[in-house]
């Protein structure tokens, strides 16, 4: 009954900047952790960025430099990627991963189908 959803996803310019979004919805005791990823076209799979829970500072890969942020709306089991300043690089489709303990006890390691990132002129 537990999913996670991202989305948030589209075409940008360079150095505009999107926001993706990760929704967990159903009987959800608590989220452990949310991790980032993307696979651009002809690459492998990389972590971008990631949340802990117990209050921790996100973590964030060294091609971010500065440019992407974490947030979160608790109330709303959602996390936000804030991606500034987005280069041809960026370019990728986005994934979601969510470590989610439900209200049974079960903990639960989830997928989003993933959103398309993509940075042209």
């Known amino acids: 009954q537990v999913q996670v959803v991202e989305s948030g996803g589209g075409l940008v310019q360079p150095g505009e900047s999107l926001t993706l979004s990760c929704a967990a919805s159903?009987?959800?005791?608590?989220?452990?952790?949310v991790t980032w990823f993307r696979q651009g076209p002809g690459k492998e799979r990389e972590v971008v960025a990631r949340l802990m829970s117990g209050g921790a500072a996100p973590e964030y890969a060294s091609f971010v430099k500065g440019r992407f942020a974490l947030s979160s709306d608790n109330a709303k089991n959602t996390v936000f990627l804030q991606m500034n300043n987005l280069n041809t690089e960026d370019t990728a489709v986005y994934y979601c991963n969510a470590d989610i303990i439900q209200t049974s006890g079960e903990l639960l390691d989830l997928w989003g189908q993933g959103t398309l990132v993509n940075v042209s002129s």
């Open positions: 159903g009987s959800i005791l608590s989220v452990v952790a």
